[in-house]
């Protein structure tokens, strides 16, 4: 059959769409038109490159449709855009339809599986456990515990992990059928309990099962349209191959699938059913496979014998090549040609036809939006909020050691400080700078620490985020309030054990009510730190670029807090930092609670000319301390915690927000 005949052959198929498999199957046409997607200036947020220019096309149920081109030629660009996955940084023109109806990010949230090229997952999962995170969701209670008895004790937990993305109806049972049968299909089933990792452990998963995982994941919604970007790089042929078959499997269960490839062996490039070949961000060719060559062919560019024609078809348009006289470049010549070629003609004719059954409101192809599958799409607010911290929660019990150090850090200092000052704190002159030196510990040690290890936590898991925000797994709400509630222990037993120990050796205020209320300010203290950590962390591209602007924040918060400097000598333009400073805060507060009421310090063993202070009043007169701000402290605190929490929030949904 040649290229006329096909085409023939495609327009009498699209005559009479009722009859076609894609209809009976409810599969779904993609078609695009003018269609071009720009590279946004970061900081202008100005158009800075064209990398698609103009295109259209169509890619149809049943068939297996490949973008294949050159390194930098506009194939990812394209597909993002096609699977409404760009973020801010692209710039997308043109229309996009389904079955001929326009269609949007939300549609595209619902109906589509999206595998990326890079394989990003939380290291600490095992492969089950992975996938039960990302479709299960709590059921009727009745449900969930006849489930959970039919099931081994080691995965009753995974069982309850929240769904993601299958319909919330769907029941356990079947989940777990179709959790089995997809392990079977990828060639997961005897790797299902190993853990991801991240290829520093001994039994992880390797590259090329990784990207299987990948694969099955995107497969548990039984999506309409499949996106996969360069699903075949880091595996060996074998497995290429194998995972290119099950591709082209799952495009016979009529549905649309859509994959980019950079270099294709011939093996691979027969698989395809379409190719759209992309040079310098226009369309070179796109149609049946077997035409491609012909087309070339025609133009002078004969594939030879025993050569692969994926490598030889990217090779004749690759940027830069000039024709053999040196003069028009082939890409543009290519691409010229193509517009008046009858592969061309059939994506308008397939174009013209999806718009008029978009426009039939009586087609059975006709595709509209369901709010209501929407709303069941995603979990509710409290199931992802409670799973997406079970998560958190299981990377910290699989992999405890970062956890450990910290701890066993806290106690080393705590003993080390407390050790340093037993027999310093008396209720005499010198026994007031050792008081005021175990609180500079108390504050400092519980201020800085955790503010600076803070730093790291949301830069390493932005990637993730990201990729899973745009996937429309969950709000960016619910993931910042479940990483701050998944610190909340570490938060609580670092504190108390520090001080603890070093209140006790120090020989502080005996009072139950003193040691009480020291924990209750350390605690905010922590906490307040941990937010200006989040804060910046978030405001900021990298961990060194948000520590040059942290540390010199921190030095002003040191300087304020009231040791060093007394506070009423402050300068005008400086004085009003000791407002926003935490530190100063817990300083205040920690003071009060050591030094109010005091009233018998002995002024032995000092030079009579020298003043003497008598009474904890002094003590806080002399630093600017007043015992009646005690509560405005600790009020204080909690705003600063709430105000740094809004802020770190704005700055990562800035840098995570869809277009």
Not at 427 to 451: H, R, Y
Not at 466 to 490: K, T
Request: hydrophobic share 45%; with cysteine.
């Amino acid at each position: 059959m040649n290229i006329f005949e096909e085409t023939r052959w495609s327009r009498n198929n699209y005559e009479n769409p009722r009859e076609t498999d894609a209809t009976r199957s409810g599969g779904v046409t993609l078609s695009w038109c003018d269609l071009s997607v720009y590279a946004m200036d970061p900081g202008r947020r100005n158009v800075c490159k064209q990398l698609v220019d103009n295109v259209r096309g169509a890619a149809r149920p049943g068939d297996l449709t490949a973008i294949i081109g050159a390194s930098g030629a506009g194939k990812s660009s394209l597909m993002t855009a096609l699977a409404f996955r760009t973020g801010p940084e692209l710039l997308v023109h043109g229309e996009i339809r389904a079955n001929g109806v326009p269609v949007d990010s939300s549609y595209m949230m619902v109906n589509s599986g999206y595998m990326h090229q890079d394989d990003l997952f939380v290291e600490t999962m095992t492969v089950v456990e992975h996938l039960w995170f990302m479709v299960r969701n709590p059921l009727k209670r009745q449900t969930q515990m006849i489930e959970i008895d039919a099931v081994s004790s080691r995965f009753a937990g995974t069982l309850l992990q929240a769904r993601m993305k299958l319909d919330k109806r769907t029941r356990i049972a079947d989940i777990r059928e179709k959790i089995d049968g997809l392990l079977r299909n990828v060639g997961l089933a005897s790797r299902r309990d190993v853990r991801i990792g991240n290829g520093f452990d001994d039994k992880v998963l390797s590259g090329g099962e990784k990207k299987r995982l990948a694969f099955a994941t995107e497969l548990l919604i039984d999506p309409k349209i499949l996106f996969l970007d360069e699903p075949t790089t880091g595996q060996d042929s074998h497995s290429a191959n194998s995972l290119v078959s099950q591709l082209k499997t799952f495009a016979g269960q009529g549905r649309t699938v859509l994959c980019t490839i950079h270099q294709p062996s011939s093996a691979i490039f027969d698989s395809f059913d379409r190719i759209i070949l992309i040079a310098d961000g226009r369309v070179a060719f796109a149609g049946r496979t077997e035409w491609a060559v012909q087309f070339f062919a025609s133009q002078g560019y004969e594939c030879p014998r025993n050569y692969n024609p994926a490598d030889y078809l990217i090779a004749i348009v690759a940027t830069g090549s000039r024709d053999e006289n040196g003069g028009e470049e082939v890409t543009r010549k290519v691409c010229d040609v193509f517009l008046t070629s009858e592969a061309s003609n059939e994506i308008d004719y397939i174009l013209m036809k999806e718009l008029e059954l978009g426009h039939s409101s009586n087609s059975p192809a006709m595709l509209l939006l369901d709010s209501e599958s929407i709303a069941q799409k995603g979990s509710r607010y409290f199931s992802r909020l409670y799973w997406l911290v079970y998560r958190d929660f299981l990377q910290v019990l699989r992999d405890p050691s970062v956890q450990i150090v910290r701890i066993l850090q806290k106690v080393s200092v705590a003993l080390i400080a407390g050790l340093c000052f037993v027999g310093s704190v008396n209720m005499d002159q010198l026994g007031i700078q050792a008081t005021q030196g175990v609180i500079f510990i108390l504050v400092s040690e519980n201020a800085f620490f955790p503010m600076y290890a803070t730093l790291a936590l949301i830069p390493q898991e932005l990637p993730l985020l990201r990729r899973e925000y745009r996937a429309g797994m969950y709000p960016i709400h619910v993931y910042y309030v479940a990483r701050m509630l998944s610190l909340v222990p570490g938060l609580i037993v670092e504190p108390l054990l520090f001080a603890t120990i070093i209140y006790w050796l120090a020989g502080l205020r005996n009072s139950a009510e003193a040691f009480g209320l020291t924990l209750l300010v350390l605690l905010l203290t922590i906490n307040v730190s941990t937010a200006c950590g989040c804060f910046f962390s978030t405001a900021f591209e990298s961990v060194p670029l948000a520590m040059a602007y942290l540390v010199p924040f921190d030095y002003v918060l040191m300087i304020t807090m009231g040791p060093f400097l007394k506070l009423g000598s402050l300068p005008v333009y400086i004085r009003w930092v000791k407002y926003l400073s935490w530190l100063l805060h817990s300083s205040e507060a920690l003071s009060i609670l050591q030094w109010n009421g005091i009233r018998n310090i002995s002024c032995e063993g000092i030079d009579p000319q020298l003043p003497c202070i008598t009474d904890g009043s002094g003590v806080l007169q002399r630093y600017d301390f007043d015992q009646v701000n005690f509560w405005m402290d600790m009020v204080l605190m909690v705003v600063i915690y709430l105000v740094f929490h809004i802020f770190g929030y704005a700055c990562l949904w800035n840098r995570c927000r869809l277009k």
